[in-house]
């Protein structure tokens, strides 16, 4: 009979729960009772006058209706007003009060681009300013453009709002931010930034103060144990520098020494000429040798005879060849 009363007790109390607002977090986390069904909120997607801008509608029906923002049943010990972010579910929950929580849908970081941890909101800006890091560049020169920063606007690839992170005072580069690309929203399509459709994050941004915590859980769904980030990306090679080529030293063979050298014009240059050499000195003479003659001038003949007055016929001289000249002129 104990047994039976204790039974009847368990399920009087069970009963109780269910029909009470707001079930038990444990008997939902043990498959005792539903959560409450999510509540979506409606007409948050129209077009929106902002400032100098206007946020175009964004076609409701064709938004998954597990990413439209809703009120939900969420089970947490974390204080209201933190952000809780489920890349593997594309969802982000901000925690409104004890289990409740308001949930959007977003696009994620893409395979290689994923990242967990916890880190704050540092910073808010309404259509900032976008500047695609160098990485993005390489990827994707077309961005080049944009290297001094893209100013805020509609087509802005940071929306109409950015949440700023930092973990332990340094920022990796990561944002919460909206798109004018609503339809990546459910997606894996970000390079490690959480987006919003722009109706959603410009919500977020007038909820959540600077300094509130965010909390990324893992690729798997479960809370982070620390900050886990995704491999550097390769740095491209730098080009090669071909050093000049140091003049070698020209090494004429041996044995060419006597080859003719050619002058400027290519024809074979005059051999430059060989001074005489100075007369040795006159060696002592041998015994056989004869004695070296001086010649001494010739006497003028005596004047000769007059002769008598007549025709003279003079006959002319022949020259006298000299000695060793030669035949040809």
Known sequence: MQGIGMKLASATMVALLLGACVPNAALVDAGLAEPPAPQLIPDVYAARADGTYTVPAVPVEKVPVQYQRQSVYFPTEEVPGTIIINPQARLLHLVTGKNQAIRYGISVGAAGFEWSGEAIVANRRP???????????????ELAKWEKGQPGGPTNPLGARALYLETNGRDYGYRIHGTPDW?????????????????DVMDLYERVPAGAKVIVMTRDGQMPS????????????????????????VVVPSGLGNLPMLSPMGAVAEPAETPAPEAPASPTAADDTPPA????????????????EGPVTTTPLLPVPATGASESL
């Open 183 to 199: 339809q990546s929203i459910g997606r894996n399509a970000s390079s490690g930034c959480i987006r919003m459709i722009n109706q």
């Open 293 to 308: 003659v001086t010649p001494t001038a010739p006497e003028a003949p005596d004047a000769p005879a007059p002769q008598a």
């Open 127 to 141: 259509w900032p300013t976008w500047t695609p890091p160098p990485e993005m560049i390489d990827r994707k020169p």
């Open 226 to 249: 620390g900050l886990t980030l995704p491999p550097p990306a390769p740095k491209k090679p730098k080009p090669a520098v071909v050093a000049a080529a140091e003049p070698k030293e």
